[in-house]
Every structure is written in C-alpha cells, then in structure tokens.
C-alpha cells in the first residue's frame, strides 16, 4: 500500500513574527482539517512565542507558475512605468513598507 494513501492532507503553515510584518513560510504540517492544522501548527512553530499570527494554507490550493512560463509570466513591463515604486513616496511614519 502506497505510503501517501496513509497521511493526513498537506498544510503551508506561515508566520507573522510582528504586527506589520508579513507572513513568511515556516513550513509544513499534516491535519486532518483546517482546526486541526491550525493547531499543529502553533504547536510545532510558535513554541517559544516567536509569533503573531499563523496562517496554514492545504497545499492542494496553493497554485504557482512553472519554469517553462518564466520567460512571458515574468516579462519586464517597460511600457506600464506606473507599476515602478519610483512615482510614489512613502509617506512618514511607515515603518515597514
């Protein structure tokens, strides 16, 4: 019997380790459902406090692009100058922008 068949679903589990900062993959977990994943996670990741918020996503809905579409998915957009964070200023006070 195909190991696979045996293991709970996949979850991305990502941290937010302070207000305002984003949330950055920590890792991986298996759970049975949302609750379930949520919880692993706290548990495996945020043993020593070292974070705010947990986000788990099953990895089945994570969709990303492949190498073969580098070349048109990630084409400089030379013609859309507006998409440049050179045309605004970050106003004061934003600490992490």
């Given amino acids: 019997m195909d190991n696979k068949q ?3 679903p996949l979850w991305e589990v990502f941290i937010q380790g302070k207000n305002g900062n984003p949330h950055r993959h920590a890792g991986s ?3 049975s459902d949302k609750n379930m ?3 692993n ?3 495996i990741y945020t ?3 070292e974070g705010r918020s947990i986000w788990v996503v099953k990895s089945d809905n994570i969709i990303a692009s492949t190498l073969d579409e580098e070349g048109e ?3 400089t957009t030379d013609d859309k100058v507006y998409r440049h964070p ?3 200023k970050v106003p004061e006070g934003v600490k992490n922008m």
């Fill in 47 to 49: 043993r020593r406090g």
């Fill in 73 to 75: 998915f990630f084409d």
């Fill in 41 to 43: 996670a706290r548990d």
């Fill in 29 to 31: 977990i298996h759970a």
């Fill in 86 to 88: 050179t045309f605004y």
């Fill in 6 to 8: 045996n293991q709970l």
């Fill in 37 to 39: 994943a949520l919880q």
